[in-house]
């Protein structure tokens, strides 16, 4: 018989156990060997997130402790969207934790894998019966494949009749004459080739005469237009040749075919036949595609939508922790017949009020936007512009943290803030080979607050390494801001990028300062940014544009640009580059090398007589080489130094840049 002090020693260790759990209230999630039937234990997981979340839900009101649901290694298949509300968050002060289970790796996989590949011709492999309606990415062995896409650059002319320039007053269209289309050589496009609709015409920033902007449109029919013509006729072609002067998708200006099994010619390269649902790629030297994992992405473009029912009811404390987001698709630029159509960084124009018309979305009043213009909604709630989807998207949120995650091998952008985002927290996460931007804020129209609106506030993106990002959507910085308040951007790595590297603000069109209450108390420092506007120009390593304070702010809370290190611009304009009517900023103590490898690359790109109120100061360069024509914006004290000669100033300002989690001196 065994002792009767062991027994309730034992029986007091249970109970303190149990009262433990119940207490800390922690769930597990295993996507292999849970059931959503378990009750949730370490020993009997569930199998979805979704489960795990509405267990959660039952707990939330009455929650004193914080609530950590374990997501064991493993991929997690989601066919649709995990909706997050706010009675999913944590309540009383705690926090609800969604992390990887010790060193084990979740994915949330939004793809699905391809098999049955069968040899077809020419070197070219197909896999027939995909079940996937639609996709425009395919991942071979975790890397990106290439669209089909024609070799050489065409130009045309317009069709029926040439494109007619416009005569403007304060960029009000009068007369424009707007083609249907593009007449080409037969060469690159023959009016017998199949699936038209499909095809797409590509103008690339620089070397399609494009600057900042990028442009994907669908063709519409091919027809013959002689015996060594093919006419293009497009969808409405009309929209994008509005705007800016030196940015659009002109017939003459030179552009891609993409997205057409006659193109389909080099390793590396596939298409998809949507109409026989056969998928044809052409293995890169080494892969064997019987035993290579083909990855396309699903249906899905959000894999968690994160949302409050209003500004007064908002989802709260939340963390999401360790987890891999993958594959995840974007398909308005295929299905909605307008293409993609950049305006400028992450806002894309949507055709609404801009045939015949240009820039209705910013009319200037005086000296500030007027809310009853500066945001056009047509009568379907739909506004003239539109932001990509994204992998994460936040909307009337507080007090949410993304942290040690990884977003990779995405359709679109990868977490995207829309309104009332307060207290976000993006940390140590890793974002790459992304199609569109890793990081968006804020919402372009909200320069004006008014009832019933809100500002992203107090955001904070540090210590992430973001790398190939933009890799279908080239007009995509490294991370956009619009109206922002108390936004800090801090200790990124951002790496090759095809357009800048970070964006921040809005508006001030034509050089007029648009005052706003919204835009302020923004500072970027110790960033390492590398490798940027490689494929669009009119850029910067970091790039303003519009006010950095409040008309009611003191000089003092001017926006801050500081301690970041930026080499090897490619296109951009300037390293540090404020654009049209940026004013009330401070930059300081940052390093800019390698500026010069575009002609009219320059550390500091200052070029307009409407900067104002900007005080640069104490900034490094290997470059002498620079412009600036601000009013009020006095240059002092900067050096100048040879080749990598770098003053132990400089050096420790480039020592400190970059991330802090992975710690490594960066001196080459």
């Not at 200790?491 to 648009?514: C, L, M, Q, R």
Request: glycine share 8%; net charge neutral; with cysteine.
């Amino acid at each position: 018989m065994k002792p009767q002090g062991t027994s309730l020693r034992k029986a007091a260790i249970l109970f303190f156990c149990f009262i433990h759990f119940i207490c800390k209230a922690q769930y597990f999630v295993d996507p292999q060997k849970g059931n959503d039937q378990n009750a949730g234990t370490l020993g009997a997981p569930f199998r979805t997130v979704e489960r795990a979340r509405d267990a959660v839900r039952a707990k939330t009101n009455s929650m004193q402790k914080d609530i950590t649901v374990y997501l064991r290694g493993g991929k997690y298949f989601f066919d649709e969207t995990v909706q997050f509300t706010e009675v999913d968050g944590g309540k009383n002060g705690r926090q609800v934790i969604y992390q990887a289970y010790r060193n084990e790796k979740p994915i949330f996989e939004a793809g699905i894998s391809v098999k049955g590949w069968k040899l077809a011709e020419r070197g070219i492999w197909k896999a027939e019966y995909i079940s996937v309606d639609n996709f425009r990415q395919l991942y071979v062995n975790g890397l990106r494949a290439d669209r089909a896409r024609s070799s050489l650059k065409y130009t045309g002319s317009g069709w029926p009749k040439p494109y007619v320039s416009f005569t403007n007053d304060d960029w009000q269209l009068e007369k424009q004459f707007h083609p249907d289309g593009i007449k080409i050589t037969a060469a690159a496009l023959k009016p017998e080739w199949k699936n038209q609709r499909d095809i797409e015409l590509v103008w690339i920033g620089k070397e399609s005469n494009c600057t900042w902007r990028s442009h994907r449109i669908l063709v519409n029919e091919l027809i013959a237009g002689g015996p060594d013509s093919t006419i293009i006729k497009l969808d409405n072609y009309g929209f994008p040749l509005t705007g800016a002067s030196m940015s659009r998708p002109l017939p003459e200006s030179p552009f891609y075919v993409e997205n057409a099994l006659e193109l389909l010619d080099k390793p590396g390269e596939w298409y998809y036949d949507r109409s026989a649902h056969v998928l044809y790629y052409m293995p890169r030297l080494g892969e064997d595609l019987r035993t290579a994992e083909a990855v396309i992405p699903s249906k899905v473009e959000t894999i968690l939508s994160i949302k409050g029912s209003s500004l007064t009811q908002k989802i709260k404390n939340l963390t999401f922790s360790g987890i891999t987001f993958q594959h995840t698709s974007w398909l308005r630029p295929s299905s909605g017949r307008l293409g993609a159509c950049s305006g400028q960084a992450d806002r894309y124009i949507n055709g609404h009020g801009q045939i015949g018309r240009a820039h209705k979305a910013i009319h200037r009043k005086e000296s500030f936007f007027d809310p009853a213009y500066d945001f056009v909604v047509d009568s379907n709630g739909e506004a003239e512009g539109f932001k990509p989807d994204a992998c994460v998207e936040l909307d009337a949120a507080e007090n949410i943290s993304f942290q040690n995650c990884t977003f990779q091998h995405l359709g679109a952008v990868g977490i995207d803030l829309m309104q009332g985002c307060n207290s976000i927290k993006i940390h140590n996460n890793v974002f790459e080979d992304l199609s569109a931007t890793a990081i968006v804020i804020g919402r372009w129209d909200q320069d004006y607050i008014s009832d019933g609106e809100e500002v992203c506030k107090d955001v904070s993106i540090t210590d992430n390494y973001i790398h190939k990002i933009g890799q279908e959507y080239y007009n995509s910085p490294g991370i956009t801001a619009f109206f922002t308040d108390n936004m800090l951007i801090a200790h990124n790595e951002i790496v090759d990028v095809p357009y800048s590297g970070i964006s921040s603000g809005w508006g001030s069109w034509k050089g007029k300062t648009a005052w706003t209450t919204s835009n302020r108390r923004n500072v970027i420092e110790y960033n390492y940014i590398q490798n940027i506007c490689q494929k669009c120009s009119d850029g910067g390593g970091i790039y303003t544009i519009g006010i950095g304070k409040s008309r009611t702010d003191p000089d003092s809370l001017t926006g801050k640009i500081r301690y970041n290190f930026i080499k090897d611009t490619g296109y951009a304009h300037g390293a540090l580059y404020p654009d049209e009517g940026s004013c009330y900023y401070e930059i300081s103590s940052n390093v800019a090398e390698n500026v010069e490898g575009y002609e009219k690359g320059k550390w500091l790109h200052l070029w307009s007589v409407n900067h104002h109120n900007i005080k640069v100061e104490g900034n490094f360069s290997n470059s002498a080489k620079y412009i600036n024509k601000g009013v009020l914006c006095p240059l002092t004290n900067h050096t100048v130094y040879q080749g990598n000669n770098r003053p132990e100033a400089a050096l420790k300002i480039i020592k400190m840049a970059g991330r802090m989690s992975n710690r490594k001196e960066i001196s080459n």
